[in-house]
């Protein structure tokens, strides 16, 4: 699978997703990158079935199981170390 291949599921299941969150892709594209760089074994499946992927292990597509930074509502900066600290969660 080509690089283009990659970004092209990314972008096309975030836009999709995101549309019908109510969210942004920019985003929702984010939070994917930032998941499965911090949970590298499930990037094969997500490029099959991304779907399936973000629905099976949705605990960990989540902002604080991720690998980046993001702005809070508040517009703090939140680390993932940071969310999960004030989760009560271990880090990974």
Known sequence: MSPEQVIKII???????ASNAGVGGCE???LIVSA???N????????????QTFHDHFERMRWEHGS????AVNGEI??????????GKRDN
């Open 11 to 17: 972008a096309e299941f975030s836009d999709v997703t």
């Open 78 to 87: 939140v680390s993932p170390t940071d969310m999960r600290q004030s989760l």
């Open 68 to 71: 980046l930074s993001w702005h």
């Open 28 to 30: 929702t594209a984010g």
């Open 36 to 38: 499965l760089h911090a």
């Open 40 to 51: 590298p074994e499930l990037i094969p499946l997500f490029l099959e079935n991304p779907s």
